[in-house]
């Protein structure tokens, strides 16, 4: 069975520090791993996917199938940033069906 | 460009009532569709998928079911509501013709029930 674990619910971060959002995944296959992102008042949006190895927004994440881990990481943080982070596995099979982690609110802070 | 519509935003219906909560695209076609239900601190739970007409596949057993009268046209509902059904819906829909799409969401419905 595939799982998606983050394990922050909340985190918090001053403006201009470092942001890291933890993910990891259990998944037999080669996975297609995703982050969502969800601002204020609107709807969940594909942030990135790992197979497209770019920068959005500055954030980037690397697939490490040794640890199974897809962490998002930013430089320095931006108010802007504060939303819903959610990680994502795609395992190919039918109906391109995602298994999605709880998700971490990332809070920053002036 | 594709767009995916979803509604109502919001809807209040008492215990036992039926539901009828509709989604279509546009812009694409014979895309897959899925409903998800969205619990604050466990995640988005995948509901339903579909990935043609009249193609359903339930992920997890509950009082809901969905159909997909037409190409781009999702329907979630329920003869009889319980008070666990209350919740926050979303629907969303991904390309057919590559594998590992990602998916694009709705705005979501909140049901609640009283």
């Known amino acids: 069975a595939q799982r998606v674990t983050q394990p922050e619910k909340l985190l918090s971060v001053f403006k201009g520090a470092p942001v890291e959002l933890k993910c990891n995944y259990s998944?037999?296959?080669?996975?297609?791993l995703f982050w969502y992102v969800q601002y204020s008042r609107q709807r969940l949006q594909l942030l990135l996917r790992?197979?497209s190895r770019e920068s959005i927004k500055g954030f980037t994440a690397d697939l490490n199938k040794g640890e199974t881990s897809f962490h998002l990481k930013k430089p320095f943080a931006q108010e802007e940033d504060s939303a819903m982070y959610y990680c994502?596995?795609?395992?190919?099979?039918?109906?391109?069906?995602?298994?999605f982690g709880t998700g971490t609110q990332l809070k920053v802070e002036l | 460009s594709q767009t995916i519509h979803q509604w109502p935003a919001t809807l209040v219906q008492p215990v036992g009532s039926p539901l009828s909560l509709e989604c279509t695209v546009e812009?694409?076609?014979?895309?897959?569709l899925y409903w998800y239900r969205q619990a604050a601190g466990r995640g988005l739970q995948l509901l339903f998928y579909?990935?043609?007409?009249?193609?359903i596949s339930s992920e997890v057993p509950q009082n809901l079911s969905a159909s997909r009268p037409q190409d781009r046209q999702f329907i979630l509902s329920s003869k009889k509501l319980l008070l666990s059904d209350s919740g926050f819906y979303l629907c969303?829909?991904?390309?057919?013709?590559?594998?590992?799409?990602?998916?694009?969401f709705g705005d979501g419905t909140r049901l609640s029930i009283l």
């Open positions: 998944y037999s296959g080669s996975p297609e």
């Open positions: 812009g694409t076609s014979n895309p897959n």
């Open positions: 969303a829909w991904s390309r057919t013709d590559l594998s590992n799409q990602p998916q694009h």
């Open positions: 994502a596995l795609s395992g190919g099979r039918g109906g391109n069906k995602l298994t």
């Open positions: 579909s990935v043609g007409i009249g193609q």
């Open positions: 790992h197979i």
